[in-house]
């Protein structure tokens, strides 16, 4: 897992690390599931699934209400719909989140799982991992480790064609 401090990311190059960490990680487990946290997540989550052939036991959520800061921060604009059609009673769960950063956004995906059974195991995949947690949580796969500034965040994006692009962004603009 690289280790990166500059301002350049080749998210391609980290998704194909990540898809071949996740592959080996989920070598033997008898029918994963993968959900992505909308909306970055959820982009990994869609093409995870494809190169795995996980499409029929894909899912998506959306976490804006379930975040311990949803009174200070109030309601996101962009509110996605949470999607899960498979049971997730006992099912091994594959997380997918963009940037790992405080653990909020992780735990707060978590409780919504929750909502809708009791998963067997949930695995944490992230396509980096910035370091500053607050809460007590851990990727399973990380595709790269950035080291911010303060005032900077990650931001993901994808193209039309589905290319997608990590960037630094300033938290003021």
């Known amino acids: 897992m ?3 401090t500059n301002d350049a ?10 898809l ?23 982009w990994l989550a869609e093409r995870l699934a494809l190169d795995l052939g996980l499409q029929a036991r894909l899912g998506f959520i959306d976490v804006s209400f379930y975040r311990d800061d949803y009174a200070k921060k109030g309601l ?3 509110v996605k719909p949470t999607r899960i059609e498979f049971n997730v009673d006992r099912a091994t769960i594959l997380l997918v989140d963009d940037v790992l950063y405080t653990g909020r956004t992780v735990r707060a995906a978590i409780n919504v799982l929750f909502d809708y059974g009791r998963p067997q195991r949930i695995m944490l995949a992230a396509l980096a991992d910035r370091g500053g ?8 796969f990380v595709g790269a480790h950035a080291q911010l500034d303060a005032g900077k965040s ?17 938290d003021n603009a």
């Open 2 to 4: 690289p280790t990166t």
């Open 9 to 18: 990311f080749d998210a391609e190059a980290l998704y194909r690390d990540l």
């Open 20 to 42: 071949e960490q996740v592959r080996a990680g989920l070598a033997g487990v008898p029918d994963p599931a993968i959900v992505g946290i909308h909306s970055g997540g959820a």
């Open 76 to 78: 996101h604009p962009d």
């Open 133 to 140: 947690r607050e809460l007590p949580v851990a990727a399973d």
């Open 154 to 170: 990650l931001a993901l994006s994808r193209a039309a064609d589905g290319q997608l692009s990590l960037t630094i962004e300033d």
